[in-house]
């Protein structure tokens, strides 16, 4: 008879083991209720998640039994793994203690952020690692080798392409950064010095990144208008450079840029298909804004004339022949930029009473024609800027691709200094307010999907981007019906509002609406 017992009990019990292990562990974090989009561009369904450690430990149903530490109702909300922002611009400020929380991107659902984008950041990223480590960032950040950072130090400004000991040179640095934990190579052939390269030596650069696994390159392009070689060009360019370096090939923030080319979006797609047709891995982030970000000198000035960077700009605007020729060169380029009063300026220490203003109304209050008001602004050290300058239809064409990711490209400011670009604060929530909820431009599934899975998957990011089990408890819950950017061109210092919980490696960074104090981010470096 007791052998009978010990017969029928100890099935059992390892049936309940097996079955319902939920049974058998508490959890820490049970989320009951929501509405779940794991990621994976699939419909949402109503499931609980639940979190144990630093991982997702299920998503299905959690029995009622089942205690936790922190409980959440998410019924009426919407659950998702947390956004990754393929190009931001937090660092350097990031690294400091001072602004390591990152509130403006955690308030917009970003629990995940590659920083140097642009081809810029540190040649060499052993300090910004150490920084990282030190200050323990509020999200999980992952290190970019800048095209622009490794030119700069092995040739500085220099207009001229790069002989074959400063390509070795480069692509030294480059070889380094990635053993050092990068995940790829960026590059921003618009920016000096990059601009003074050749495809040839960014394939070279791309060599030394593809060496290593899944290894990325991402590129602001050489042209987003119609400045020199055109937006399909360049577009032609990345796609160049993924097909001979063997790499997959973004085009980061992807837009067509100015009046003239409004339209052409339709022969980028185009391109990029023929390119993902042909089997290469190409791909493209966005930030839903038709303004974009960039600067005077980048925006107006010639190339050639760029060389040095802004003291040197300075020195030739002081040179009346120079300036008249840079000058006569500045017009059509203010043309490309859709005129002075799409232009604003964001920041001039020189006189901090510009921010915020458009140079039109800078150029009438200083009696000065547009084109002269920004060179006086340009011989004191130039400022950043905010254009007004893309087609809301380019914008909506290119959000509806399946291989458009979402990004900022925005910086990590101290709140309420200087004048900002709004995406800094809003990109993500803007565009589920804007192109999913208010006028639906694309499925909640395919917002959701272009902010975690998809990029996940193309710079190969392990277990983050999807809700499932096993997977880094990277979480949001938001409520889809206050889910929306607050930042504007004007007032551009303002949290988005709607994210009410959100968790970084399975610990609470958001909470009922609010920052948490503590920060549970990691830096996350490339493995072999």
């Not at 339709?266 to 190409?282: H, K, M, Q, T």
């Not at 043309?335 to 458009?358: H, N, W, Y």
Request: proline letters at 7%; aromatic letters at 6%; hydrophobic letters at 45%.
């Amino acid at each position: 008879m007791r052998g009978g017992v010990k017969a029928f009990v100890l099935p059992v019990a390892a049936l309940l083991a097996t079955v319902t292990p939920a049974f058998a562990q508490d959890y820490d974090v049970v989320i009951r209720g929501g509405t779940v989009y794991d990621g994976s561009d699939t419909p949402g369904r109503v499931a609980d998640v639940a979190i144990k450690g630093d991982r997702i430990a299920l998503v299905g149903t959690v029995p009622a039994g089942v205690t936790a530490r922190t409980t959440i109702d998410a019924k009426g909300r919407i659950v998702a793994p947390g956004f990754i922002d393929p190009h931001s611009h937090a660092a350097p400020n990031i690294q400091t203690a001072k602004l390591a929380a990152a509130l403006p991107m955690l308030h917009q659902g970003i629990t995940t952020l590659l920083i140097n984008p642009d081809g810029g950041g540190p040649a060499d990223l052993t300090q910004q690692i150490a920084d990282l480590r030190t200050n323990i960032p509020g999200v999980n950040v992952i290190p970019l080798i800048g095209h622009n950072a490794v030119r700069e130090a092995v040739m500085g400004n220099a207009n001229r392409k790069a002989t074959a000991g400063e390509q070795a040179r480069m692509e030294g640095l480059v070889t380094t950064a990635m053993r050092a934990g990068a995940w790829g190579l960026s590059d921003g052939p618009f920016y000096i010095p990059a601009k003074y390269s050749d495809t040839a030596e960014i394939v070279g650069l791309a060599k030394a990144a593809a060496r290593f696994p899944h290894a990325v390159y991402i590129s602001h392009i050489r042209d987003e208008g119609n400045y020199d070689i055109g937006v399909v060009a360049a577009v032609d360019e990345v796609i160049a450079v993924s097909r001979a370096a063997k790499i997959p090939g973004v085009v980061t923030h992807i837009k067509v840029l100015g009046p003239q080319v409004w339209g052409k979006s339709a022969d980028v797609i185009a391109r990029i298909e023929a390119a993902r047709a042909e089997g290469l891995s190409i791909w493209a982030d966005q930030y839903p804004y038709a303004a974009s970000g960039s600067s005077l000198m980048a925006a107006l000035v010639p190339g050639w004339a760029q060389e040095g960077g802004a003291s040197a700009l300075a020195k030739r605007l002081e040179d009346t022949a120079q300036r008249a020729r840079i000058r006569a060169e500045m017009v059509p380029n203010l043309v490309r930029r859709g005129g002075a009063g799409a232009l604003m300026i964001r920041r001039f220490a020189p006189d901090p009473s510009l921010e915020g203003k458009r140079l039109d109304a800078i150029a009438a209050a200083m009696k000065l024609d547009p084109l002269d008001a920004a060179i006086d602004m340009l011989r004191r050290g130039g400022a950043p800027t905010i254009s007004f300058n893309m087609s809301e239809g380019d914008v909506e064409a290119f959000m509806r691709q399946p291989w458009t990711m979402t990004s900022t490209d925005g910086g990590l400011p101290e709140f309420g200094k200087t004048s900002e670009h709004p995406r800094a604060y809003g990109a993500f929530p803007r565009k589920l307010r804007n192109y999913v909820l208010d006028k639906p431009v694309i499925p909640m599934a395919q917002a959701i999907h272009a902010a975690t899975g998809l990029t996940a998957q193309v710079f190969a990011i392990p277990d983050r981007g999807m809700l499932r089990p096993g997977a880094f408890a990277d979480v949001i819950v938001f409520d889809s019906a206050k889910v929306r950017d607050t930042a504007t061109y004007e007032q551009p210092h303002a949290y988005a509002v709607g994210m009410e919980h959100v968790f970084v490696n399975g610990r609470a960074a958001i909470a009922d609406g609010k920052p948490v104090a503590e920060r549970h981010g990691r830096i996350l470096l490339r493995t072999p």
